[in-house]
């Protein structure tokens, strides 16, 4: 497989910083190959009984196809069945030049940075 850039290895972080609020940190590429995994863990975060607020940082993807579209999409769709918050960090690189070709910049409740976003979700 030939990566798209230097940094092509998907990484994952959870973190739970407040009651009923979770970051999941999303770095690398999000293509065909990467987004089961991603859907799953996702998945498995919405499914949390006392879950007010997602927060998505992608500010560390490095590569974006439209399956990330599709993700994020469906993303906010269980978020939105679930009655819970869903936050889009979409950093400065790939994800924010996809959301912005696709003309869905507007569609996301898309924060700075995910210090901006935690803070807004634990409010």
Same mark, same amino acid.
């Given at each position: ?5 230097c ?8 973190e739970w ?14 293509d ?13 975060? !919405?499914?949390? %009984?006392? *879950?007010?607020?997602v ?8 590569? +974006?196809? &439209?399956? @990330? ?9 269980r978020?939105?069945?679930r ?15 996809? !959301?912005?070709v %696709?003309? *869905? ?5 898309c ?5 901006? +976003?935690? &803070?807004? @979700?634990?409010?």
């Amino acid at each position: 497989m030939i990566g798209h850039g230097c940094s092509s290895a998907l990484r994952l972080a959870v973190e739970w910083p407040a009651p009923g609020v979770v970051v999941v940190r999303i770095g690398g590429e999000i293509d065909l190959a990467t987004v089961p995994r991603l859907t799953e863990l996702i998945r498995q975060r !919405l499914t949390a %009984a006392a *879950l007010r607020s997602v927060v998505l940082d992608l500010s560390e993807v490095s590569f +974006a196809s &439209s399956a @990330a579209v599709e993700l994020l999409l469906h993303v906010q769709r269980r978020a939105d069945h679930r009655g819970v918050g869903l936050l889009v960090v979409p950093g400065s690189g790939a994800v924010w030049r996809l !959301l912005a070709v %696709a003309g *869905l910049g507007d569609r996301f409740a898309c924060r700075g940075c995910a210090a901006e +976003a935690v &803070s807004e @979700a634990c409010s």
